[in-house]
């Protein structure tokens, strides 16, 4: 099995800052990452597919990147909406996959 | 506006077979480039894919899970359904339906999970 590995696993940050999430596969995964976010009580909302393209509907502030075992979430400017958990997902394998174990965002 | 919702007990005895079933609308189960899948969430916990499952009856399970669980599909209710047989304390979880949309990439498969239902919570307990 591929094991999917974030960083960090809870973050403090303030409206207005840069955040980074961090994915790391145990194997490589070519560009098959796909990025969620989940609020409290809500089923988890697709952000990026692909390592870095941005679904639709969803804010440009929000960013992928990475290739191979090493991928990146970044928010570029937080915004009140935007505390929640932060999931990854590797598509490597066909139509099976795992999660990291996700990344809690938390208000400073 | 395809939606999908989830429905079944809401509480499961230990030993006993967890039963789901998974209803959309506004759409069809039969489109190509879909396959329908069910993820779960402990308490507190994570995200963990169960399995998968293509109009056909095409299917793929998680490993850890498979020898317990079978998914199957209704299309001519418009369904797909999860069956998960004797349940512990640990299958205790909200359970997720969802949307795999897949696509060709320059020859290579891609896939993501595109909509996804609002989650039912199943309580193991006797």
């Known amino acids: 099995d591929i094991q999917m590995t974030q960083s960090p696993s809870s973050l403090s940050a303030s409206v207005g800052d840069r955040v980074t999430i961090t994915c790391r596969a145990s194997q490589s995964i070519s560009s098959y990452l796909n990025w969620y976010q989940q609020k409290p009580g809500k089923a988890p909302k697709l952000l990026i597919y692909a390592a870095s393209s941005l679904q639709s509907g969803v804010p440009s502030r929000f960013s992928g990147s990475g290739s191979g075992t090493d991928f990146t979430l970044t928010i570029s400017s937080l915004q009140p909406e935007d505390f929640a958990t932060y999931y990854c997902q590797q598509s490597y394998s066909t139509f099976s996959c795992t999660f990291g174990q996700g990344t809690k965002l938390e208000i400073k | 506006q395809l939606q999908l919702q989830e429905s079944g007990p809401g509480l499961v005895k230990p030993s006993e077979t967890l039963s789901l079933t998974c209803t959309v609308s506004?759409?069809?189960?039969?489109?190509?480039?879909?396959?329908w899948g069910w993820i779960r969430q402990p308490p507190g916990k994570g995200l963990e894919w169960i399995g998968s499952?293509?109009?056909?009856?095409?299917?793929y399970y998680n490993p850890s899970l498979k020898s317990r669980v079978t998914i199957s599909v209704d299309t001519s209710k418009n369904q797909f359904s999860l069956k998960l047989s004797s349940v512990t304390a640990a299958d205790t979880a909200v359970y997720y339906c969802a949307r795999l949309y897949y696509y060709d990439s320059s020859g290579y498969l891609n896939w993501y999970f595109d909509l996804w239902g609002r989650g039912t919570l199943v309580t193991v307990s006797s």
């Open positions: 506004g759409g069809s189960i039969s489109s190509s480039s879909y396959y």
């Open positions: 499952i293509y109009y056909s009856g095409s299917t």
